[in-house]
C-alpha cells in the first residue's frame, strides 16, 4: 500500500511570492489533515478535511492560507503571500474513516519550506 | 491547554539501555499516541493507549497510562542506534475530534 505522497519535499522562494504544497493521501482514506511543524517543535493542526469537507480549519490564518480537497481526494495549501515566519515544515497526514475517533495518523515525509 | 508535556526534552543513552520518556496532560482524553520522527522525515505512528487502560506493548515498547495522576510514559527496552529520533505524544480530545501533539523528546543512542 503507497502511503501519503506529498511534493515537493523542499521549497525555497522569496517573501511575498506564493507556494503550494500537494498530497495524495492513502488509498480510501476520508480524512487528511494539514499540520505544520516548526523546528525543534511538535505538528501544529492547520485545517482538517473530511472527505470535501474542512470541518476544522479554526488554526489555519486565512488572510494568507488557502487549502482546497476537490473530490474528496487530493489536497493543496497554498501561501499568498510567504512571510519569512512561514519558513517550516508543513506535514500531510491521513486517516481512515473507522479510525477518526481514534486518530492514528499517517503522515507524510513533509514539505519544508524556507522563506527568504 | 490539551497539549502533552514531554520529559525529558533531550535524552541521550548508549545501545542496549532502556529509554524512557513521559507525557504529563491536563486535560480529559479519549486515547493517547505515541509517534516516532527521524530526522528530516514524516512521523510515525508506534502505539496507541485508550483512557480505559493502563499499559500496553508492541515490541520493545511499553506504554503506560495514569489517567489520575495525567501522565503517561513511553519506555523502549535494549535500545538501538536506529532508535535515535524524535518522539512525541498526542493526546486526542475527549469527544474524539482533534489530536494535539506536544513539542517531543529528542532521543539519541550511542552505539
Known amino acids: 500500500e503507497a502511503g501519503v505522497v506529498q511534493s515537493p519535499r523542499y521549497k525555497i522562494i522569496e517573501k511575498k511570492q506564493p507556494v503550494a504544497f500537494w498530497c495524495n493521501p492513502i488509498?480510501?482514506?476520508?480524512?487528511l489533515y494539514w499540520y505544520l511543524q516548526n523546528l525543534g517543535q511538535g505538528p501544529e493542526l492547520l485545517i482538517r478535511y473530511e472527505n470535501e469537507e474542512a470541518v476544522d480549519d479554526s488554526q489555519l490564518p486565512k488572510d494568507r492560507f488557502s487549502a482546497e480537497r476537490l473530490k474528496g481526494v487530493d489536497s493543496t495549501l497554498k501561501i499568498q503571500p510567504a512571510e519569512l515566519g512561514d519558513s517550516a515544515v508543513y506535514l500531510c497526514?491521513?486517516?481512515?474513516?473507522?479510525?477518526?475517533?481514534?486518530?492514528?495518523?499517517?503522515f507524510g515525509e513533509g514539505s519544508r519550506l524556507t522563506v527568504l | 491547554s490539551q497539549q502533552g508535556e514531554e520529559d525529558p526534552q533531550a535524552l541521550s543513552i548508549q545501545e542496549g539501555e532502556n529509554a524512557t520518556m513521559n507525557c504529563s496532560y491536563k486535560?480529559?482524553?479519549?486515547?493517547l499516541q505515541w509517534y516516532r520522527q527521524n530526522s528530516g522525515r514524516g512521523l510515525v505512528h508506534l502505539i496507541l493507549?485508550?483512557?480505559?487502560?493502563r499499559e500496553k506493548h508492541s515490541g520493545r515498547l511499553r506504554v503506560t497510562l495514569d489517567t489520575s495522576k495525567k501522565s503517561s510514559s513511553l519506555l523502549i527496552t535494549a535500545s538501538r542506534a536506529a532508535d535515535t529520533a524524535s518522539y512525541f505524544c498526542?493526546?486526542?480530545?475527549?469527544?474524539?475530534?482533534?489530536?494535539?501533539f506536544g513539542a517531543g523528546t529528542i532521543l539519541r543512542v550511542k552505539s
Open positions: 493507549i485508550r483512557s480505559n487502560e
Open positions: 497526514a491521513s486517516s481512515s474513516e473507522g479510525r477518526v475517533d481514534t486518530g492514528e495518523l499517517f
Open positions: 486535560t480529559s482524553i479519549n486515547n
Open positions: 488509498s480510501g482514506h476520508n480524512t
Open positions: 498526542a493526546l486526542m480530545g475527549e469527544y474524539g475530534n482533534k489530536l494535539v
